[in-house]
């Protein structure tokens, strides 16, 4: 009986494996599928923290470190100061003398006093009254191209217009003053302009020829004698042909002397 039960148990088998067939379980998915969108965005991530870290190693260099042997306590860098936006895009710009800052002055010049008659000059000629119309005007033709091409052709540079619209704000803003007040803020707003141009050893026409400390005294100017006039045609040829011999004989002497 022996061939029965062997021979039952491979039929069984054989139906088993007929009637049940195993299912091949589906592979699984490949990673790079699985993570492929997290790591597109992960990848930008590390672009931008790449990009901050570059910006953040040009602006603080890394501490030196320190030999294994002699390990000492490195203390805590100090927190930078934040930059502004204006001076993170300069250092982005490219090497260009347009964009290089103004070279910093190598002494300053020492304050040079004024006197007091030129400080009393100015303050007579001070304005107490100003146009807001004039002085929007001004400012709004500082930004014409006539005016800016006027300025490179005079200075070589173009001109700031920033002076000329605080002129104008400072009129809007005292419009509704008092007179007395309107006119003593004037006097004082264009005092510190002049100040600021010409005060503090800055350059003025006193640099060529000193101002005149004192009155002119009534009678004693324009009394140098001048030359009648000659009317005379033949009177002016004659007397232009002997300034004219007088050069010549002027000149052969020195060619003389140099012969000599």
């Known amino acids: 009986m022996g061939w029965f039960w062997s021979s039952s148990n491979g039929d069984a088998s054989d139906n088993a494996s007929t009637t049940s067939p195993v299912r091949p379980s589906p592979p699984p998915l490949p990673q790079t599928y699985q993570k492929s969108e997290p790591k597109h965005a992960s990848g930008t991530d590390e672009e931008v923290a790449k990009f901050l870290s570059m910006i ?4 603080n ?23 502004s936006i204006l001076g993170t895009v ?11 800052p103004a070279p910093e002055p190598v002494g300053a010049k020492p304050a040079k006093p004024r006197s007091p008659q030129s400080l009393a000059i100015s303050e007579t000629q001070l304005p107490s009254t100003m146009s807001c119309q004039d002085a929007f005007d001004y400012a709004w033709h500082c930004h014409t191209p006539g005016s800016q091409l006027n300025s490179v052709y005079r200075v070589g540079s173009l001109r700031p217009c920033s002076e000329l619209w605080d002129d104008f704000w400072f009129c809007m803003r005292t419009k509704s003053w008092a007179p ?3 006119a003593e803020a004037i006097k ?4 510190k302009k002049e100040e600021q141009k010409y005060g503090g ?23 140098t004698p001048f030359d009648p006039p000659i009317t005379d045609d033949r009177e002016f040829e004659r007397q232009e042909e002997a300034r004219r011999q007088w050069l010549r004989d002027l000149d052969e002497e020195r060619k003389r002397n140099e012969g000599k």
Not at 63 to 77: C, D, F, G, I
Request: proline fraction near 19%; charge should be negative; aromatic fraction near 8%.
């Open 56 to 59: 953040q190693e040009a602006h």
């Open 61 to 83: 260099p890394p501490l030196k470190q320190q030999p294994p042997s002699k390990p000492e306590p490195v203390e805590p860098a100090p927190a930078a100061p934040e930059k």
């Open 90 to 100: 300069k250092s982005w710009m490219p090497a260009n003398p347009l964009y290089a």
């Open 180 to 182: 007395e007040a309107r």
């Open 188 to 191: 004082d707003h264009f005092r």
């Open 201 to 223: 050893g800055n350059p003025s026409s006193e640099d060529v020829w000193e101002s005149r400390d004192s009155l002119v005294e009534p009678g004693t100017a324009f009394k």
